[in-house]
Antibody, heavy 118, light 106 residues
Framework: QVQLVQSGAEVKKPGASVKVSCKAS????????ISWVRQAPGQGLEWMGW????????NYAQKLQGRVTMTTDTSTSTAYMELRSLRSDDTAVYYC???????????WGQGTLVTVSS | SYELTQPLSVSVALGQTARITCGGN??????VHWYQQKPGQAPVLVIY???NRPSGIPERFSGSNSGNTATLTIRRAQAGDEADYYC?????????FGGGTKLTVL
């Protein structure tokens, strides 16, 4: 069965960086892309960007351009999302999710809580 | 940028039909996907490409999309359907989510 297993919770200070991993199993990793979606406490879903696991092409949300980098490691079927220059309003649960361009997001990871606090 | 508008909340009596709308400019020309999210859990896809149900989603869930409004319909609402629901489209190679609707089953 398809599974996306994310790394554990993180606590970071303002200005620091965080890198969240997402290990995929149960399907051919390079046949799909990975979207990253975050959700601040009590808020809705915010799309951060998408990466093709086939060729590494990326689309980032304009709001995060310059602060976010998404990568994949096809040898381990793992996707990564790095967010830099963290601020308190980056505190959120971060999800990785499987999906291709123009398609639905059909499987989600369990989420990773990132807390930014001094 | 493209925007999707959902009501903040919808209430439905147990066993009745709930309808959650998602408004967007000419949304009928796009594929709309719907997600259910219960507290403390990751979202779950319940409708894809306007009206298709993934495996394991009850037939009580259906969707439609025309003009400027897409609609998620939940028939014979159950207590377990109480959740937040989000619509989603792709626009200019970006994912756009609606703000979410909290469904309360009375």
């Amino acid at each position: 069965q398809v599974q996306l297993v994310q790394s554990g919770a993180e606590v970071k200070k303002p200005g620091a960086s965080v890198k969240v991993s997402c290990k995929a199993s149960g399907y051919t990793f390079t046949s799909y892309g990975i979207s990253w979606v975050r959700q601040a406490p009590g808020q809705g879903l915010e799309w951060m960007g998408w990466i093709s696991a086939y060729n590494g092409n990326t689309n980032y949300a304009q709001k995060l351009q310059g602060r976010v980098t998404m990568t994949t490691d096809t040898s381990t079927s793992t996707a990564y999302m790095e967010l830099r220059s963290l601020r308190s309003d980056d505190t959120a649960v971060y999800y990785c999710a499987r999906g291709s361009i123009a398609a639905a997001i059909d499987y989600w990871g369990q989420g990773t809580l990132v807390t930014v606090s001094s | 940028s493209y925007e999707l508008t959902q009501p903040l909340s919808v209430s439905v009596a147990l066993g009745q039909t709930a309808r959650i709308t998602c408004g967007g400019n000419n949304i009928g020309s796009k594929n709309v996907h719907w997600y259910q999210q219960k507290p403390g859990q990751a979202p779950v896809l319940v409708i894809y490409r306007d009206s298709n149900r993934p495996s394991g989603i009850p037939e009580r869930f259906s969707g439609s999309n025309s003009g400027n409004t897409a609609t998620l319909t939940i028939r014979r609402a159950q207590a377990g359907d109480e959740a937040d629901y989000y619509c989603q489209v792709w626009d200019s190679s970006s994912v756009v989510f609606g703000g979410g609707t909290k469904l309360t089953v009375l």
